[in-house]
């Protein structure tokens, strides 16, 4: 009995870390191929491509792990911040000097997606190809005029993109630039 209780829990911690690698993995190849297709569309509007800031990265995703953690997809957060404020709550400087020009605020794009298949006649969540769930969200934003302009906005240089999975595997995605 002991035995078969050792390997029960045994299993389900393997099972445990593997899905959560998974989930992992899922969601950095999603942040990934986000990150290409919007640099492919500013390639082909002749706009320098973004540059991943790690700070701006983790901005992204504190955003959409509160999202899916607390079922919302909004620029606003639950505790009523917005991009700008989320990011200097982070500590990012929101003000740059350029040349003879002062770069003020971030810009900010948010995806929601879930996906469902049937089974024995029960629809399911699952998660579908990364490939599938940044091509919808890239489209999504090229078609929504102030998400497009973040997008092509030449004078943004640096991106941070995350993305989290809820428990009933809504995708949240958020992408900031600077």
Do not use: C
């Not at 700070?55 to 991009?83: E, Q």
């Not at 000097?97 to 469902?116: D, L, R, V």
Request: charged share 30%; hydrophobic share 35%; net charge positive.
């Amino acid at each position: 009995m002991m035995k078969t209780n050792k390997i029960l829990i045994i299993s389900s911690l393997f099972y445990f870390i593997f899905s959560a690698q998974a989930k992992d993995s899922y969601e950095k190849s999603l942040e990934n191929k986000i990150f290409k297709l919007v640099n492919y569309i500013r390639k082909q509007n002749n706009i320098p491509p973004l540059k991943i800031n790690k700070k701006l990265n983790k901005i992204a995703k504190i955003h959409s792990l509160d999202m899916a953690k607390n079922n919302y997809t909004s620029h606003i957060s639950l505790d009523g911040l917005d991009p700008n404020a989320r990011a200097k709550r982070a500590g990012f400087n929101i003000i740059k000097k350029e040349k003879n020009k002062i770069k003020k605020g971030i810009g900010e794009n948010i995806f929601e997606a879930q996906f469902y298949k049937e089974i024995n006649g029960i629809k399911k969540p699952y998660l579908e190809k990364n490939l599938v769930v940044a091509q919808k969200a890239v489209d999504s934003w090229t078609k929504s005029e102030g998400h497009r302009k973040n997008i092509l906005n030449s004078d943004y240089r640096e991106t941070g993109i995350g993305v989290a999975i809820s428990k009933d595997k809504k995708i949240k995605i958020t992408q900031v630039f600077f």
